[in-house]
């Protein structure tokens, strides 16, 4: 279970982790994340998707026995299910652990599967937001793959963020760009979801993704057309994770 933490809310931590981390690079926050007593017990949660990569061979390298949440909605593209086990493998991950919805939950939400058809919000909620609530709660912080340059609802993404009053979100690639990312994977030869060669640059569930044409929004064939543009696991209460825009560079 999360332990106690004497010296203050999560709120006055992570104002305190991202004035003690301000200039460092992604690998460092990365590897304080993992050991700083401010965070405590913390999990890497990877979509395994088209960027997903680089942070895992970050953790694989630092501390591989990090456990990996991993939501399988049971609706994902084929492909990403043999890119998590192909990674999974390569990698040498000691602790992934795949989570997904209960059936019964499922059944009674969405009995002939057609939830997204309707209402995307719920359909994430019961197959995604809900599930990670629940495996998340041993863990007093995670760490996720968040960068600024993804869309409007990220440019100020911060190292650190508070999860409400509950635990501590880690975003150690904030700052890092598509340049960034595409030469570490190519320096480490790294292996690619096989669908971002076919215009996939931001990979969810199969209903819910669609190709990218040049030049638009990376996360733009997320439920295109919907004007919805995160599946709810980074919001509290409904609500978007309060970012301050000072911080935006």
Request: charged share 25%; hydrophobic share 35%; with cysteine.
């Amino acid at each position: 279970m999360p332990r106690d933490f004497p010296a203050g809310s999560v709120a006055e931590r992570v104002t305190a982790l991202n004035a003690r981390y301000k200039h460092h690079a992604a690998t460092s926050v990365l590897e304080h994340a993992l050991k700083d007593d401010d965070l405590g017990q913390v999990a890497l949660v990877s979509s395994f998707g088209a960027e997903s990569v680089v942070l895992l061979h970050l953790v694989s390298v630092i501390a591989p026995e990090t456990p990996v949440l991993f939501i399988d909605t049971r609706m994902l593209f084929q492909e990403t299910l043999d890119y998590q086990r192909e990674l999974a493998e390569k990698l040498h991950l000691c602790d992934v652990r795949t989570i997904r919805a209960a059936q019964p939950r499922v059944a009674f939400e969405d009995p002939d599967n057609t939830l997204h058809q309707f209402n995307t919000d719920a359909c994430c909620g019961v197959r995604k937001v809900e599930p990670l609530e629940r495996a998340l709660t041993p863990f007093d912080g995670w760490i996720t793959g968040r960068k600024r340059f993804q869309g409007s609802t990220r440019q100020a993404v911060e190292f650190f963020e508070a999860e409400g009053d509950t635990r501590i979100k880690v975003n150690p690639l904030a700052h890092w760009g598509r340049d960034d990312l595409e030469e570490y994977i190519v320096n480490n030869r790294l292996p690619r979801h096989p669908l971002v060669a076919q215009g996939y640059p931001s990979i969810g569930c199969a209903p819910c993704t669609s190709k990218v044409a040049p030049g638009e929004d990376p996360r733009s064939g997320r439920w295109r057309g919907q004007g919805k543009t995160e599946c709810g696991i980074h919001f509290i209460n409904g609500k978007a994770v309060p970012i301050r825009k000072d911080t935006a560079a």
